[in-house]
Nanobody
């Protein structure tokens, strides 16, 4: 089982940018899909972005497409989420997720490891 620790969250004004990082330990992530999900207050956890093992395929929720970019550095066992053009509706706890297969799904069911989350708050 891989352990995941997110960082990089914080308070930012609308239109600003943040980069979230996810550090993995306990297992090399290089053969597995990785993803980001988020959960806003009073709502369920929703898919944000996912990336396959080689970075050749990336998937995004419609709500973040064109603004967010997922990337990974397998040598460093790291995953990133670059967030630009942030909006108040992006306010949520963001979770890094690790898959068990090389290619991701856009469902929580496709991920078996989860970080504790990092809070992103976007003020208007």
């Amino acid at each position: 089982q891989v352990q995941l620790v997110e960082s990089g969250g914080g308070l930012v004004q609308a239109g600003g940018s943040l980069t979230l990082s996810c550090a993995a330990s306990g297992r090399a992530i290089g053969s597995y899909a990785m993803g980001w999900f988020r959960q806003a207050p009073g709502k369920g956890r929703e898919f944000v972005a996912a990336i396959n093992w080689s970075s050749s395929s990336k998937y995004y929720a419609d709500s973040v497409k064109g603004r967010f970019t997922i990337s990974r550095d397998n040598a460093k066992n790291m995953v990133y989420l670059q967030m630009n053009g942030l909006k108040p509706v992006d306010t949520a706890e963001y979770y890094c997720a690790g898959g068990s297969f090389p290619h991701p799904t856009m469902s929580e069911d496709g991920f078996t490891s989860w970080g504790q989350g990092t809070q992103v708050t976007v003020s208007s």
